[in-house]
């Protein structure tokens, strides 16, 4: 069956920190992928996805994600984080249905 | 622009009391709609799709049924609640009949006692 692996449940930084927040997912064909955020109060919202084309995809709010198909990864990366940066962060997968698989998410606490 | 609703945003119902959730969108038509419970460390699961009025597609066996009255109307049900169906009730929406981002309304918060 298909899945989506998220590496940290929990993950929190100081501010300006780097971020990485890994994503792999089982599937061996054809892929669409997203990156999911929720901000504490808010509705679940799209922060970037990949369907095809350049692996390296920028998002909202200075998020971008790399699609290495070769480790069926799609990381998800920020260089300096900020504050209101906390939130919970999930992956999701889609293989061309109308199922999307989302993975456990991963909870982010920024320190001021 | 398209909105999506969800009510109500908490519930308290005690186990073997029915239950009915409502998600209406608004500004688009023949949406695939789409519920989920989101539960902590687990993401989200889908309990049921729906790409058109009174088709449904069940992801999940369990003791909840929805159904799509109107184009743009999904509805969560269960006849008896278990304490397990405690949790956080998604809806979203995707326009179009080929999966793209997801649309997502507020949440209902559901605790069964």
């Known amino acids: 069956a298909q899945s989506v692996s998220q590496h940290n449940h929990h993950v929190i930084l100081s501010e300006a920190a780097s971020l990485e927040l890994g994503c792999n997912y089982s599937?061996?064909?054809?892929?669409?992928l997203f990156w999911y955020v929720q901000y504490p109060g808010q509705h679940l919202q799209l922060l970037l996805k990949?369907?095809?084309?350049?692996?390296l995809v920028k998002g909202i709010k200075g998020f971008e994600a790399e699609f290495i198909k070769s480790k069926f990864s799609f990381n998800l990366r920020k260089p300096s984080v900020q504050w209101s940066d906390t939130a919970e962060y999930f992956c999701?997968?889609?293989?061309?249905?109308?199922?999307?698989?989302f993975g456990a998410g991963t909870r982010l606490f920024v320190k001021a | 622009s398209q909105t999506i609703h969800q009510w109500p945003a908490t519930l308290v119902q005690p186990v073997g009391s029915p239950l009915s959730l409502e998600c209406t969108v608004e500004?688009?038509?023949?949406?695939?709609l789409y519920w989920y419970r989101q539960a902590a460390g687990r993401g989200l699961q889908l309990l049921f799709y729906?790409?058109?009025?009174?088709?449904i597609s069940s992801e999940v066996p369990q003791n909840l049924s929805a159904s799509r009255p109107q184009d743009r109307q999904f509805i969560l049900s269960s006849k008896k609640l278990l304490l397990s169906d405690s949790g956080f009730y998604l809806c979203?929406?995707?326009?179009?009949?080929?999966?793209?981002?997801?649309?997502f309304g507020p949440g209902t918060r559901l605790l069964v006692l």
């Open positions: 979203a929406w995707t326009p179009g009949r080929l999966q793209e981002t997801q649309y």
């Open positions: 599937y061996g064909g054809t892929v669409n």
């Open positions: 990949y369907f095809s084309g350049d692996p």
């Open positions: 999701a997968v889609n293989t061309g249905g109308f199922k999307t698989i």
């Open positions: 500004g688009t038509s023949n949406p695939n």
């Open positions: 729906s790409v058109g009025i009174g088709q």
